[in-house]
T-cell receptor, first 115, second 112 residues
């Protein structure tokens, strides 16, 4: 089966600019996650969708970050305006459901550099 | 708050030896732990899951243990190979939340 697709792979922007990332999960996966991974750290959950509804966005900086999952399939994550501390890899993951023990399947991420 | 800790220092071992990685957690008793492998420039890949009522889980050369008394999980790779070189992440999820909390990972280097 095809894996989780993300684009772009790399993005360089200046602070205060805006940026958007796109994710296409594995077909049939109801749950979609966006993570932020800063160099040397583990992934940190930003937002979790179940179909097209938000399950958890407690760690999403809502003053600058937004995410949507239209029609319960693809998702976009946007940052506006970007800050220097947003430099990180943004990972998208999906799973069949959100039940206990469901493994998450990750894409290879978008590496964002803020100048 | 819940915390999960992995050794930040890289583990450097000789090919053929057993690699043992440690994951400690505090301030919570998770229902299960997951282990992932992450290669440079790639996303994490799921390896194994172990539940709180399981003492040990095996998959080919991989073995995971879960000690709820010590609040610790050990991840073993037997007969290690240079291809096993990667960062290994542990993660747990609380019953009361859908959120998966990751450790910072331990980098494993296997010398030929």
């Amino acid at each position: 089966e095809a894996g989780v697709a993300q684009s772009p792979r790399y993005k360089i922007i200046e602070k205060r600019q805006s940026v958007a990332f796109w994710c296409n999960p594995i077909s049939g996966h109801a749950t979609l996650y966006w993570y932020q991974q800063i160099l040397g750290q583990g992934p940190k959950l930003l937002i979790q969708f179940q179909n097209n509804g938000v399950v958890d966005d407690s760690q999403l900086p809502k003053d600058r970050f937004s995410a949507e999952r239209l029609k319960g399939v693809d998702s976009t994550l946007k940052i506006q305006p970007a800050k220097l501390e947003d430099s990180a890899v943004y990972l998208c993951a999906s799973s069949l459901g959100s039940g206990v023990g469901q493994p998450q399947h990750f894409g290879d991420g978008t590496r964002l550099s803020i100048l | 708050s819940q915390k999960i800790e992995q050794n930040s220092e890289a583990l450097n071992i000789q090919e053929g030896k057993t690699a043992t990685l440690t994951c400690n957690y505090t301030n919570y008793s998770p229902a299960y732990l997951q282990w992932y492998r992450q290669d440079p420039g790639r996303g994490p890949v799921f390896l194994l899951l172990i539940r709180e009522n399981e003492k040990e889980k095996r998959k080919e050369r991989l073995k995971v243990t879960f000690d709820t008394t010590l609040k610790q999980s050990l991840f073993h790779i037997t007969a290690s190979q240079p291809a096993d070189s990667a960062t290994y992440l542990c993660a747990f999820r609380m019953d009361s939340s859908y959120k998966l909390i990751f450790g910072s990972g331990t980098r494993l280097l296997v010398r030929p």
